[in-house]
């Protein structure tokens, strides 16, 4: 019966240890994900005003409230999210002392063609931006993402560009918030 246990919790922690190992692997970038994931914490946590305007094509619509649902509100800053295993080869990584820029490589087809994190003196992320592209039979997109922080603290953040289906027009968009 000890050596069951024993080999149980043998190979309990080896998994643990292979999911770590795993876990390191795929953060081989900005971990877009986690950085997106505690915002949203700390969003829900303070439940704050955000002054919102929105267009789309020329219908305008400005309004404030603190009502958002912050999972859906920052899940395309998520979808930024490049720390994947088969995408480690396809970005071009270029460093200063205040920003990292991953550029997709000439010849891969992947939607996220940029990611920039901008960082203040202290290390902490001031900005990020992002550009998606989609191009498929059915939907053509672009989409320019950008977010600003204050002591790694949502401020501010905006979607703009353009979609469009096979059977449809084209439709340009934007969105900006504030947090208040």
């Avoid at 002054?51 to 899940?75: A, G, P, Q, V």
């Avoid at 939607?111 to 191009?135: A, C, F, N, Q, R």
Wanted: proline share 2%.
């Amino acid at each position: 019966m000890r050596k069951v246990i024993f080999l149980l919790s043998f190979s309990f922690n080896f998994l643990i240890g292979c999911n770590q190992e795993e876990a390191n692997l795929n953060n081989v970038f900005f971990d877009v994900t986690s950085f997106t994931e505690k915002q949203i914490e700390m969003l829900e946590k303070s439940n704050p005003q955000v002054s919102k305007k929105t267009r789309i094509n020329e219908e305008k619509e400005d309004f404030t409230s603190s009502d958002i649902d912050w999972s859906k509100e920052l899940e395309l800053l998520k979808q930024t999210d490049i720390n994947k295993a088969a995408f480690q080869l396809s970005y071009i990584e270029e460093k200063t002392p205040s920003s990292i820029l991953y550029r997709l490589k000439e010849g891969e087809k992947l939607p996220v063609t940029s990611l920039e994190i901008y960082k203040d003196s202290m290390g902490k992320v001031e900005k990020i931006t992002s550009h998606i592209s989609t191009d498929n039979y059915l939907y053509k997109s672009e989409k320019d993402i950008h977010l600003t922080f204050k002591n790694e603290q949502l401020q501010t953040y905006g979607i703009s560009g353009w979609q469009e289906l096979f059977i449809g027009s084209k439709k340009e968009f934007e969105i900006e918030g504030t947090v208040l």
